[in-house]
C-alpha cells in the first residue's frame, strides 16, 4: 500500500491529479463550446453530418497498438473485461470512426462524410503542452479515392481556423504527400525494412520540436533526451541521413519519379480554382504525419504568429491540427481496400492559441452569470424561489442563494459569481409587493464614474431602484441589456 503523503492530514487523501492530466474551469468550459459549434457550423457546411462513437474500443479494433501476451504496449490505456477482453480508451477519433463506417457500411451513404468531437487518451510520457486526455475535433471523408477529397479537406480547415478568428497571414495550411516520403526512404537505402522505415518516420515528424541536430541523432544511433531517456535510432548511414534531412529543408533526391509528386500537383490545381492560393494553402515537402497508416496526401494547419517563449524569445505557436489519407485503415474491418481521408483539430492546443492570439471565440466566452436572488427571510424560501422561478420562466439565468450568510455575505457570494445583478426583498419591499434591483456592474464602477453630483445621482439611481414584483422581470432585462451595451461599447 502506498504511504500517504506527508503534506497531508492522517487520515485524508492528497486532492492531485496524475501526471498529464488538468482540471478545465467554466471559461475554457464554455469557450470551448463555442470553439466546437463553430467548427461543426463550417464543417456542416462543407456537407458532413456529426456522429459519435464511444471512448472505450476493443484494442484490436484500434489497430495501431495490438495486444501482447501480458497487456497492449504502450501508447494506449488499457483494461480487460470480464471476459478478459482487451479494451483500451481510443488514442484518436479515426481508427473508432474507421470501425464505425466498417459496421455500419450497408446503411451509409457512399463517400461517407462525418465529422466528431471528443476526448483522446495516450498513454505517453507527459510533457509541457503534452497531456495524456486532450480533445479532437475531426472531419473524415470515406469512399472518395481522388485528391479531391484530399484539396476539399485543406480548404475547410483553411476556413475553419479564420472562422475561429485567426486572420489571413497568421495561419498556414500545408501539404506533403506520404507516397513522395516513401520513395525519399527508398533513396536513403530503407527500401522493405518496415521496421526503420517506421522510426525513421517517427523521427523527422519529430522535426519541428528538435530540429535538424535533434532529428540526426535520431536518424542515426540514437538521441538520450533532457530526463536523460534514450531513445533508439534508425542507424542510417551518414548518406542516408544526409537524403532525409535535404527532404525535410525541401530538397528532393536528384531523379526522383514519385506519383505523390503528380498528387501534390494536381491538388494544387484543385485549391487554385477555389481561390485558396499559398497564402492559405500551400505545398511543403517538411510535412511528415507520424501516424504510420498514412497512404497519400498529408496536411498540417500551423498557426505562424509569435508567441513569448519560455526564454522569452518570440516563438511560433506551431501546429494546432493535421490529418492525412489512410486508405488502409478500414480495411482492416473487410475484405476491399476502402479510400479515406480526414484532419483533425486538436482543440486543447488550438484553445491555448485562440488566447494568445485575443481572438473574440475565447475572449468574450465566460461562464454562466446568473442574476442573483437574495434571501433575506428564511421564513419566506418558498417566495424567494418564485422569482427565481419567474426569471427563469423568462430565459433569465438566476441563481437562489443557498448558503447560509447575511445579506453582505450574500452580495460577496454574488461578486464571486459574476453575477451581473441582485433582486433583494427585506420585509417591507415584501410588505409593498416590490424588489429591490441592484446593478452589481454600475455599482462597482460608480466611484469613479463622474465627478458631476448630478451625474453621480443619476447613475446611483440607475444602479439600484425599486419596482414592483410584477415589473421583476423587465428591469432586469433591462439592466442585463444596459450591461450588454456597455459591453461592446
Not at 498540417?300 to 509569435?306: D, K
Request: charged share 25%; hydrophobic share 45%.
Amino acid at each position: 500500500m502506498t504511504a500517504l503523503p506527508e503534506t497531508a492530514p492522517a487520515g485524508l487523501i492528497k486532492p492531485v491529479l496524475p501526471r498529464g492530466l488538468a482540471d478545465r474551469v467554466a471559461s475554457e468550459i464554455a469557450a470551448t463550446r463555442r470553439m466546437i459549434d463553430i467548427i461543426g457550423r463550417v464543417y456542416e457546411l462543407y456537407g458532413f453530418c456529426a456522429v459519435e462513437t464511444p471512448l472505450i474500443e476493443y484494442t484490436e479494433a484500434l489497430g495501431k497498438f495490438l495486444p501482447d501476451t501480458d497487456r497492449p504496449n504502450a501508447g494506449v490505456f488499457s483494461f480487460k473485461d470480464d471476459d478478459q477482453q482487451w479494451l483500451s480508451l481510443r488514442y484518436d477519433l479515426t481508427a473508432p470512426l474507421a470501425r464505425h463506417f466498417a459496421a455500419q457500411a450497408t446503411s451509409l451513404p457512399k463517400p461517407y462524410r462525418s465529422w466528431r468531437a471528443g476526448y483522446v487518451f495516450r498513454n505517453e510520457k507527459p510533457g509541457a503542452g503534452r497531456f495524456r486526455q486532450f480533445m479532437q475535433c475531426d472531419a473524415d471523408t470515406i469512399g472518395a479515392g481522388g485528391v479531391a477529397a484530399d484539396a476539399e479537406i485543406c480548404m475547410m480547415a483553411a476556413d475553419t481556423l479564420e472562422a475561429l478568428g485567426v486572420p489571413r497571414g497568421h495561419y498556414i495550411v500545408k501539404v506533403n504527400n506520404r507516397k513522395v516520403l516513401d520513395d525519399v526512404l527508398d533513396a536513403a537505402g530503407l527500401g522493405g525494412d518496415a521496421p526503420r522505415r517506421l522510426i525513421a518516420l517517427r523521427a523527422i515528424d519529430k522535426f519541428d520540436r528538435l530540429g535538424a541536430a535533434g532529428v540526426q541523432q535520431l536518424l542515426g544511433a540514437g538521441r538520450r533526451d533532457e530526463s536523460g531517456d534514450f531513445t533508439k535510432g534508425v542507424g542510417l548511414d551518414a548518406p542516408g541521413q544526409k537524403i532525409l534531412l535535404d527532404f525535410l529543408d525541401g530538397k528532393l533526391p536528384d531523379g526522383l519519379v514519385s506519383a505523390g509528386l503528380d498528387e501534390l500537383a494536381a491538388i494544387r490545381e484543385l485549391l487554385e480554382a477555389g481561390g485558396y492560393g499559398a497564402d492559405r494553402v500551400r505545398i511543403d515537402m517538411s510535412v511528415v504525419r507520424g501516424l504510420e497508416y498514412y497512404t497519400g496526401p498529408v496536411f498540417e494547419a500551423e498557426l505562424t504568429f509569435e508567441i513569448p517563449g519560455e526564454n522569452g524569445k518570440p516563438v511560433r505557436f506551431g501546429a494546432v491540427g493535421g490529418g492525412g489519407r489512410y486508405d488502409g485503415l478500414v480495411g482492416r474491418f473487410q475484405a476491399e481496400t476502402v479510400p479515406a481521408t480526414g484532419f483533425s483539430i486538436g482543440v486543447s492546443r488550438l484553445y491555448a492559441a485562440l488566447k494568445a492570439l485575443g481572438s473574440p471565440v475565447v475572449a468574450s466566452a465566460g461562464p454562466a452569470r446568473p442574476v442573483l436572488v437574495l434571501v433575506m427571510d428564511r421564513d419566506h424560501l418558498a417566495h424567494y424561489q418564485g422569482l427565481v422561478a419567474a426569471l427563469r420562466r423568462a430565459q433569465v439565468a438566476a441563481e437562489l442563494y443557498l448558503g447560509s450568510g447575511g445579506m453582505n455575505a450574500q452580495l460577496k457570494y454574488a461578486d464571486r459569481r459574476g453575477a451581473p445583478c441582485a433582486v433583494i426583498q427585506g420585509s417591507n419591499e415584501r410588505a409593498n409587493g416590490q424588489v429591490v434591483i441592484k446593478d452589481l456592474v454600475l455599482g462597482a464602477t460608480l466611484g469613479g464614474a463622474t465627478k458631476d453630483r448630478a451625474d453621480y445621482l443619476e447613475l446611483k439611481q440607475m444602479a439600484q431602484f425599486a419596482v414592483a414584483e410584477s415589473e421583476m422581470v423587465g428591469a432586469v432585462r433591462t439592466v442585463l441589456s444596459r450591461q450588454a451595451v456597455g459591453a461592446k461599447s
